[in-house]
């Protein structure tokens, strides 16, 4: 008859010790994992340089060549990129309130979600840059280079961009109360479902801009060309701001309100 052994079977860990032996091992790899990140983010500014999640406020880094860079959900606020190299960079969920971007290459760059109260991008080159759901009220985009940008659902309450290039932009959706479009070139980009209210348009160049369904409640449209936009209705009309230099598309006509009086506006 074989005989039941006492002793444990060769090759098993007692119990608990495999237990012991993983939470050993998921310390010290998270203590590695922190460690390359604290690391990461003392990394010097470079092109390709990866800052991502990192604490990196009143940088300044004026004329800096960071093309490629990757600052994903870090702060960046109070910096200086001021005629800075960024494109292609990856700015997602990034925190950049009060930053200034005057004059930097952002060409390509992507600001999702990001955060940028008061940022500066005044004469920068944001061509087919991503600003999709970002937040960036009250900031300076005057005369920056934005062809094919995408602002999409963004929030720019009370921004500027007189004398932007927006041509073929994309601005649908986006919240855009009381921004200054004075003089930007805003040909084929789209406003459809867009808050325009109180918006400024008086001398955009508006041939081929979708407005369809966006919001136009007192928007200033004082000698703005409207005749070749698209989706503009005698609604949206009833409720801005013109004049009698505006031009409308045909079929529409100008309301009785137009001019508005000075309190409306």
């Known amino acids: 008859m074989m005989q039941r052994s006492e002793g ?10 495999g237990s012991a032996k ?53 702060l960046l606020t109070l910096s200086d990129f001021g005629g800075s190299k960024l494109t292609g960079a990856k700015l997602v969920e990034t925190e950049v309130s009060r930053t200034r971007f ?3 290459d952002l060409s390509l760059a992507d600001f999702t979600k990001a955060i940028g109260w008061r940022a500066n991008f005044g004469q920068a080159n944001l061509t087919k840059a991503v600003f999709h759901a970002a937040d960036m009220g009250r900031s300076n985009f005057a005369q920056v280079r934005a062809a094919g940008a995408n ?7 009370r921004s500027d961009f007189s004398g932007a ?22 040909s084929g980009a789209s406003f459809g479902y867009s808050n325009l209210s109180r918006a400024r348009l008086t001398g955009a160049n508006l041939q081929g801009t979708d407005l369809t369904r966006s919001y136009l409640y ?16 005698q609604a949206q009309v009833d409720i801005a701001c013109g004049t009698a230099e505006t031009k409308l598309p045909a079929g529409l006509v100008a309301p009785q309100s137009w001019p508005c009086t000075e309190d409306a506006e």
């Open 8 to 17: 444990k079977p060769s090759g098993i860990v007692p119990s608990g010790a």
């Open 102 to 104: 005057e004059a930097a």
């Open 22 to 74: 993983r939470f050993t091992g998921a310390v010290l790899f998270l203590g590695l994992l922190c460690g390359g990140a604290s690391a990461k983010c003392q990394d010097g500014p470079d092109a390709g340089v990866d800052w991502s999640g990192c604490s990196k406020a009143r940088l300044l880094l004026a004329n800096d060549d960071l093309s490629g860079s990757n600052f994903t959900r870090s």
């Open 165 to 186: 290039d927006l041509s073929g932009a994309d601005m649908s959706k986006a919240e855009l109360a009381r921004v200054n479009f004075q003089s930007a070139n805003l």
């Open 151 to 157: 602002f999409s659902k963004s929030e720019l309450n």
């Open 218 to 233: 007192l928007t200033q449209l004082g000698g703005a060309d409207l005749s070749g936009t698209m989706g503009l209705t």
